[in-house]
């Protein structure tokens, strides 16, 4: 699969992690705005770890756990009321998921400001 396109409440479910092992993903298109905000979608640290990649006591150590990558994927669109946990995962989730982004749409996202993409760009 080369392109992926969800709307509403499949792109509201989406989960991060089953990029992993997606190996040939171009295009990533997560569409999921409402008038009235209703769905919010927090993107946390966990989203961006392999799954079961945790410490042997079951605690999250970001160092020891492997990052989700999405290699080939260039173009993302997400358009919807996303909001990220910390202003430090925007650049994690969009520089280290996705090295080789080149388009990317962000419509209506929450918390993310002019300065969070300009510090982001400079990394």
Not at 47 to 68: C, F, H, K, N, W
Request: one cysteine or more.
């Amino acid at each position: 699969m080369t392109v992926l396109r969800l709307n509403t409440e499949f792109a509201h479910m989406f989960e991060f992690r089953k990029l992993h092992g997606c190996l040939a993903l171009a295009k990533l298109s997560l569409h999921m705005r409402t008038e009235h905000r209703k769905h919010i979608r927090l993107i946390t640290r966990a989203d961006l770890l392999v799954p079961g990649s945790t410490t042997a006591d079951g605690s999250i150590q970001e160092q020891e756990q492997e990052r989700i990558v999405a290699l080939k994927l260039w173009k993302l669109h997400k358009d919807g009321h996303w909001s990220f946990e910390d202003p430090s995962i925007l650049s994690h989730f969009v520089g280290g998921m996705f090295p080789q982004l080149s388009q990317l749409t962000a419509r209506a996202w929450d918390g993310v400001t002019f300065g969070s993409y300009v510090t982001f760009s400079r990394q």
